[in-house]
T-cell receptor, first 115, second 116 residues
Framework: GAVVSQHPSRVICKSGTSVKIECRSL??????MFWYRQFPKQSLMLMAT?????????EQGVEKDKFLINHASLTLSTLTVTSAHPEDSSFYIC???????????FGSGTQLSVL | AQKVTQAQTEISVVEKEDVTLDCVYETRDTTYYLFWYKQPPSGELVFLIR??????QNEISGRYSWNFQKSTSSFNFTITASQVVDSAVYFC?????????????FGTGTQLKVEL
């Protein structure tokens, strides 16, 4: 079945640095991808919708200058957390609708820890 | 606005017991999709089922079954003869047609612990 690959799975960085997370659709094209954030023992909150070839659509309350999204190709979306701070520490997970319309496939997630 | 409520924060059962995870949703849309995902400790989300609002047939897949009741806005999930490998966090989610059904609103999840 369709697979979404997310990298890295875990990253630790210093406060003030930027971190890039990649989300790839491995055997299908994804014109749209979704980025979610999950705090420990909490639900997943949609951050933004990544659109291939156009600007991302951000959910209310999500800082677009803080969380830069680039969907440069039909198989790759990236989320860059700019000038990361400890409060950005979270589990980030991407998803893409596969060719089987019934399924929404998720990446394995990225645990970001900002020191 | 959409909302998904999973009132059970944590459930503990002994292996081989049946367990039902509750999910109640709110939406004004008449066309929507309901999902269940499993999140093991490793973090990835494993797709279990997607159901559209026009299909109220209950579904069984092995030890898993789902009961969709539109009248009560519920989409409950039952695991029969639970196993230790079923231990995970289970999320119910709602997707609207306007988002292609894939822009999801998640519930807060239910932590299921199956013990020997």
């Amino acid at each position: 079945g369709a697979v979404v690959s997310q990298h890295p799975s875990r990253v630790i960085c210093k406060s003030g640095t930027s971190v890039k997370i990649e989300c790839r659709s491995l055997d299908f094209q994804a014109t749209t991808m979704f980025w979610y954030r999950q705090f420990p023992k909490q639900s997943l909150m949609l951050m933004a919708t990544s659109n291939e070839g156009s600007k991302a659509t951000y959910e209310q309350g999500v800082e677009k200058d803080k969380f830069l999204i680039n969907h440069a190709s039909l198989t790759l979306s990236t989320l860059t957390v700019t000038s990361a701070h400890p409060e950005d520490s979270s589990f980030y997970i991407c998803s893409a609708p596969g060719t089987e319309y019934e399924k929404l496939f998720f990446g394995s997630g990225t645990q970001l820890s900002v020191l | 606005a959409q909302k998904v409520t999973q009132a059970q924060t944590e459930i503990s059962v002994v292996e081989k017991e049946d367990v039902t995870l509750d999910c109640v949703y709110e939406t004004r849309d008449t066309t929507y999709y309901l999902f269940w995902y499993k999140q093991p400790p490793s973090g990835e989300l494993v797709f279990l089922i997607r159901r559209n609002s026009f299909d109220e047939q209950n579904e069984i897949s092995g030890r898993y079954s789902w009961n969709f009741q539109k009248s009560t806005s519920s989409f409950n999930f039952t695991i029969t003869a639970s196993q230790v490998v079923d231990s995970a966090v289970y999320f119910c989610a709602l997707g609207l047609r306007t988002g292609g059904g894939n822009k999801l609103t998640f519930g807060t999840g239910t932590q299921l612990k199956v013990e020997l």
